[in-house]
């Protein structure tokens, strides 16, 4: 996996398709590559290890045209980030091939296909797929129904570009499992594994379903059904722009969608509030019919999502007294869970092509739970087409691989289900009503964190330019606010870092806490602050460093091996979407401390589209 650009077009296609690769750099990638049909019906690929600059440079020296082709930016699933790994994989120079995806028996169509004569150059499991469609070429088919023959061998998930020197300006995509768009432009078609590769060329677009494959020329396309039906598509027009994936004066896109987040928020909250209650006709239609028959909810995500999963399990326990609980996706569909009547299943995702979520979710449709909501920040994605109700985050597009923007205003999306939810049973209407004003406040409060940038950048520069590790505390709500903080410093700075409750520290942490371990502790005005203030003094005890992101009201004050800095105060029930906020800004500048690739950390993808 990770993007796939294609295109048939009347001009040389080249400086489309490595726009395009430039403008899904933000998914994370190893290798990039690119193969065309040439003018003399030859099949021209050019593949380089590294940045689409390098095979930007690779074209500069080695000059290739064409008005078809297709390109592909790849994160390493199997084989090692290397050239011959690399897509394009072509077959006898007759048929080239981009996939997103995995192939789950990509080791019996190896065996079979050795059988058959075929010499493999790669260790990836994508060469099965282009030897394939070479093996029904060679039987006589047109590579649109050879394309078709194949995807009926394939187990997994998948999204292709296919073209093949025989059949000049023809181009054959199929997706299953994996997203893929078509772009509508002048005179021309474009593919693409997410939109913003396309948003230069064209604002329409054709959203594949599972199963479809599509025949594509630059004047003409048919779609077919799984079934092989010709199907019509509707056309969508994006609102995403040029300038929503600029990273104008910000050094990282990660900053810039940082300080993103009070506009974010109040996006999110747009048109979803009344004066003093929260629109539930937000959700989506007949949301009404399906929460009164809800008796406790079921969440499952990944990574950042997970995060606000569990805090939105805090949330709807404590202030809605509705059952709830949470679950890492790719453990829940192999878990065998017993399933609750009238439960409905929660799916979190920044991208809603998470390929663990999107099985979860059809896990729990046929363990028969109940309706399904997908809390989601991408309108066109296979989550939101496959949920019963929706709630889109608008956080607009989030480019750095470590989620900041879509984390928080996910938050936000959890506390407006939980007061939908919580009006049903334990919740008042004066408690909603304080809820709604909480909420309203939560961008201004935003803002205030935000002007802790400075500090949080000159202690990080105190604490953390040579550390390797580093513990994170928080109580209750905190403790996945805390989790996050953890993630968000391990992905982008590559510092070792874990979070526990504050009040675990006894039975195991406390072996790790020394003066070489800085402690960061997040500390709101609540019942269970005193608590946390025994546990911090268990860590000054042990000569442990502290780093306290400490509610204003507390007075609490920096001293010998505690640095304290203060959050506008803030009512419990917003405080993890704020103090999210310090945490995020602290990862950033300890990450610009150790010089990483902050947009685009090692190993890392922004959308897990494989298991």
């Known amino acids: 996996m990770c993007g796939i650009v294609g295109a048939a077009a009347r001009r040389d296609v080249i400086p489309l398709l490595i726009n395009g690769l430039q403008r899904l750099e933000y998914r994370g990638y190893d290798s990039a590559g690119v193969a065309v ?64 995806g995995i192939i789950e028996n990509h080791e019996d169509l190896r065996a079979r296909q050795q059988q058959d004569g075929y010499r493999f150059t790669s260790q990836t499991d994508t060469e099965v797929i282009v030897h394939q469609i070479h093996l029904y070429l060679d039987q006589g088919q047109d590579l649109l129904a050879a394309v078709t023959s194949t995807v009926k061998d394939l187990e997994g998930a998948f999204a292709l570009g296919v073209i093949s020197k025989d059949e000049p300006g023809r181009l054959v995509a199929a997706r299953r499992g994996s997203p893929l768009v078509i772009g509508i432009a002048d005179a021309e078609y474009l593919i693409a ?48 722009t040029l300038d929503a ?42 949301a009404s019919d399906i929460f009164d028959k809800v008796a406790g909810v079921h969440i499952v995500a990944c990574g950042t999502s997970y995060h606000a999963g569990m805090v939105g399990r805090h949330w709807l326990e404590s202030l809605a007294g509705i059952p709830c609980s949470v679950e890492v996706a790719s453990e829940f569909r192999y878990r065998h869970p017993v399933v609750r009547n009238n439960s409905l299943i929660v799916t979190l ?124 505390l928080g109580r209750g709500a905190q403790f996945p606010v805390a989790m996050e903080g953890a993630l968000k410093l391990k992905e982008i700075s590559y510092i070792h870092a874990e979070a526990y409750p504050a009040g675990e520290l006894k039975h195991g942490p406390l072996a790790l806490v020394d003066n070489n371990m800085p402690v960061v502790v997040v500390a709101p005005n609540n ?29 609490l004050i920096s001293s010998q091996g505690v640095t304290a800095l203060p ?31 902050i947009d685009q950390p090692r190993n890392l993808a922004k959308s897990v589209t494989v298991e």
Request: charged share 25%; hydrophobic share 40%; net charge negative.
């Open 527 to 555: 019942e269970m602050l005193e608590k946390l203030k025994s546990n911090m003094q268990e860590v000054r005890a042990r000569g442990g460093v502290l780093v306290v992101f400490a509610d204003a009201d507390v007075g």
């Open 349 to 472: 995702s920044q991208s809603g092509e998470t390929a663990d979520t999107l099985a979860a979710l059809q896990e729990a449709k046929r363990l028969g739970y109940g309706h399904s909501l997908s809390i989601c920040n991408v309108p066109e994605s296979s989550l939101v087409r496959a949920s019963d109700l929706v709630l889109m985050t608008h956080a607009g597009p989030e480019i750095g691989v470590a989620s900041t923007k879509a984390f928080t205003t996910q938050l936000i999306a959890m506390l407006l289900l939980t007061i939908v939810l919580g009006r049903r049973h334990a919740m008042s209407a004066e408690t909603e009503a304080c809820l709604v004003n909480e909420l309203r406040s939560v961008p201004g409060k935003i803002e205030h964190a935000l002007t802790l940038n400075e500090q949080i950048r000159s202690l990080a520069k105190q604490h953390f330019g040579d550390k390797h590790n580093a513990l994170f």
């Open 245 to 286: 994936t600029d990273k104008g004066d910000y050094a990282h896109y990660m900053l810039k969608e940082i300080f993103e987040q009070p506009r974010a928020i109040a996006d999110t909250l747009e048109g979803r509030i009344g004066s003093n209650r929260v629109l539930e006709e937000a959700f989506g239609a007949g």
């Open 567 to 597: 959050v506008a105060p803030t009512e419990d029930s917003i405080a993890p979407i704020i103090f999210s906020v310090p945490l995020q800004l602290l990862a950033y500048h300890v990450a610009v401390l150790k010089g990483t690739d």
């Open 193 to 240: 594994s997410d939109i913003a590769a396309l948003v230069a060329e064209t604002q329409d677009f054709i959203f594949l379903e599972d199963g479809d494959v599509a025949d594509i020329a630059f004047d003409h396309m048919t779609v077919y059904d799984a079934a092989g039906a010709v199907v019509e598509r509707p056309v969508k027009a994006s609102n995403v």
């Open 37 to 100: 049909q040439s003018k003399d019906n030859r099949l021209e690929r050019v593949r380089k290890v590294g940045k689409v600059a390098e095979l930007s440079h690779a074209l500069a020296d080695t000059p290739v045209s064409g008005t078809t082709g297709i390109a592909h930016t790849r994160w390493a699933t199997h084989g090692e980030p290397s050239e011959k790994n690399a897509h394009p994989h072509v077959c006898h120079e007759r048929v080239a091939v981009v996939h997103n």
